[in-house]
């Protein structure tokens, strides 16, 4: 028999706890692990806590917040293996199931507490004093569930009258966790893929995408798997709401907006936010507790108002300890910090018990709780370039527009098309790209200076007008740009107040008397551009200095010098891009400038780099073979069917010998080959047969190319003037025929009309005198009859 000591021992090990929560790799995710894990080890929550971190290889590169929190790694399923959906949600259930299967601490646990991120641990969580048995866990009650209980639930699961609403907070066996976990990952994709029943009345996502898709997959994979929960709606409180008489939350889950008098606190405000990297810096502070007490009397809602306070607090308190672990020097004094370290704030934060009324069930059914749908994991996007109506401009939009569907890039695409209104009459280029047309300003309106690249300011500044822009962040690109991959707020750390943009370090105007002369702050000048990543709100304050500030520079020709402004043409080209850093210096909108985001083909890439745009601005070569874009800019490769350029080397050619080359040498072939692609895609829409282009059609295209490659440094004037001499001569070719014919049937007009007139006279003599006309005979002005033949031929030729 065994001892006491041993019955003990076997007991402590079938309660074993172990906390786990799912995070990616972002740095919206990891103030919430700081905010979480402080509230764990403030809480004495028992067991160890686990972090499932949700991370791409290429995002682990990146990524800087590995030791917040004891972690596991799981593979990102974001973007869906199989159907390519982007769905971040479904990562919780998929990283549970890999924990389950590969992590060694998941063969010595008993129970598991399920939490999200985004909640602050009030008091230890323990499964069985909730009233947890193995097949029953626990759960807080999600009353917006509402598929539970219509058709949703009969298409989903065998059991729709098993269907819970619940989520949030989940505490259940390890042995109910194994049977659910595979369920649970397969019912979230195959609601997730059941877009027909997305709809707000179904689901009661009010945005109706499917979003809620993974909650769903959990209760209906609980339902085929038979289990039944024990809903507590006292457990768990989202901060603005107020408590029940007598109830203690011992979670605060702060996913909706919440606010104490003129304060306020909303996550989705710090999407982007890098605060736990960014030394001294906190959320800000919420009114001190006899601010509270003085605003309110009713009891229970102050102490709605205290749970609130209590919320931030931790949580900057957790930065507070993250900033010191960091390395980070020691914040000065403050009456905020002094609070924060007060034995009133450790009161008010120690561990909270359960309650009788706490321990509550919703045994029966009650009103449902109403909540506000769960945000969007990530801010939207939408990507924007600005072109001309030319063709020049038409290839690289094919391009680009082909590119950007291939790179999985959230959001849309719209094309800026600035045009005269005469040339917008003869454009055959509309159906390119999603477009918005803007009024060309490349001839500007008051000063006459001819100057293309104002237009894309211009352009940006009438679309933020005119243009309704369901967005947060803009991507800003240019046409002749190929996209390899996404370009993301979220990737690249953009934040409202800090956009991401790639370095231009030829902008030397920056750090001399250019900014001194164009910007009240030229030590915030940036020497950046090509991509930008801007949150909407900065972008509407900055757009219209940007447009004056390139307006400025451009005007300034006495400082166009190449060593003040590095154009080594000294022909105020680059205004526009000294426009956009002077610009941004004027609101101090300090970028991250990040050189891992574009590469011009044609260098050599760093290695491991996962590079997301071609910049093709320059020549580049592979061997003897070159792509110049300035050699194309007369050449209508878009509207002539089947038009292409000329193929670069296959890889397989390539010297596999040099590392370097090798690499370079593959990039350029890709840049090239995408163009090609976008252009064949393209005509198999507009074109009948590839053979339907005419030879005639080829070998204009051909000698126009030829002709552009042998005059490559002549201005584009030139070719112009050239091109009106030609017409010129046409028009006076034709016009020197028309004189000489009109000419010649006068002669003849007239000669008829004297032979008449003498043969009129004649007949009155008689008709026996010799017949002889006394004029002169037509023929004689030209020696003889064969004289007047050779002039008539003459004519006809000319």
Known sequence: ????????????????????????????????????????????????????????????????????????????????????????????????????????EA?????????????????????????????TPVAAYYGYLVGCNNLLAELHTKHPERCDKVGGLLAMHIDDLRALAPMWLSKTEEVREDRAHWTTNLTGDIYGQGWISEMYGYSFGAAEVGLR????????????????????????????????????????????????????????????PREVRAMETDPNKRRGLFLNIECIDTLNEGLLLQHAANGCPKPKWSKYLSFLKSNTFSQLTSPKYLT????????????????????????????IFSTECIPYFDWQTVGLVHSFHLSGQPGNITRLLSCTDEDLKEYKGQDLAPTHFVPSMSRHPLTGDWYPAINKPAAVLHWLNHAKIDADFIVILDADMIMRGTITPWEFNAARGRPVSTPYDYLIGCHNELAELHTRHPEACDKVGGVIIMHIDDLRKFALLWLHKTEEVRADTAHYAKNITGDIYETGWISEM???????????????INNEIL?????????????????????????????????????????????????????????????????????????????????????????????????????????????????????????????HAVEDNQMHGSFKIWIISLWVFSVFGFASIMWILMASRKGQRKRGKSYKSKRRPLYTEFGDMKGLDKHIRDVDIV
Not at 259 to 285: A, M, Q, T
Not at 361 to 381: A, C, L, S, Y
């Open 1 to 104: 028999m065994k001892s006491e000591g041993e019955y003990e021992e076997d007991e402590g090990r079938r309660r074993r706890i172990h906390t786990l929560f799912s995070v990616e790799c972002q740095d919206y995710f990891d103030w919430q692990t700081v905010g979480l894990m402080h509230s764990y080890k403030k809480a004495q929550q028992p067991g160890p806590i686990t972090r499932l971190l949700s991370c791409t290889e290429e995002e682990k590169k990146r990524y800087k917040g590995m030791g917040l929190a004891p972690t596991f790694e799981v593979p990102s399923m974001s973007r869906h293996p199989r159907t390519g959906d982007w769905y971040p949600a479904i990562n919780k259930p998929a990283g549970i199931v890999h924990w389950l299967k590969h992590s060694e």
């Open 107 to 135: 063969q010595s646990v008993d129970w598991v507490v399920i939490l999200d991120a985004d909640q602050i641990i009030r008091g230890p969580i323990i499964p069985w004093e909730l009233g947890a048995h193995k097949g």
């Open 229 to 288: 929960h024990k809903i507590n709606d006292n457990l768990m409180i989202y901060p603005g709401y107020i408590p029940r008489t007598g109830v203690e939350p011992i979670l605060l889950h702060y996913g909706l907006p919440f606010s104490v008098g003129n304060w306020s606190f909303s996550k989705l405000n710090h999407h982007e936010d890098n605060i736990v990297y960014d030394c001294g810096r906190l959320f800000p502070e919420p009114p001190y």
């Open 356 to 383: 009788p009324e706490t321990l509550r069930m919703k045994e029966t059914k009650v009103q449902d709780q109403v909540f506000d749908e769960p945000e969007r994991p990530h801010p939207k996007i939408h990507t």
């Open 578 to 592: 000294y426009g956009y850093s002077f610009g941004a210096a004027e609101l101090n909108l300090r970028h991250n």
């Open 599 to 723: 590469i011009y083909p044609g260098y050599v890439p760093q290695p491991g780099v996962k590079y997301r745009v071609f910049h093709y601005g320059l020549e580049f070569k592979v061997g003897n073979w070159s792509f110049d874009k300035a050699n194309w800019r007369d050449v209508d490769v878009v509207h002539k069917c089947w038009s292409k350029f000329p193929d670069p080397p296959d890889p397989s050619s390539l010297d596999q010998t040099d590392e370097e080359s090798l690499q370079r040498d593959l990039l350029s072939i890709e840049c090239a080959k995408t163009l090609n692609e976008a252009l064949r895609l393209h005509h198999e829409r507009m074109c009948s047969e590839p053979d339907s282009l005419s030879t005639s059609n080829s070998k204009s295209n051909n000698e126009v190319i030829m002709s552009r490659i042998i005059s490559k440094n002549v201005p584009m004037n030139d070719s112009r003037e050239s091109l």
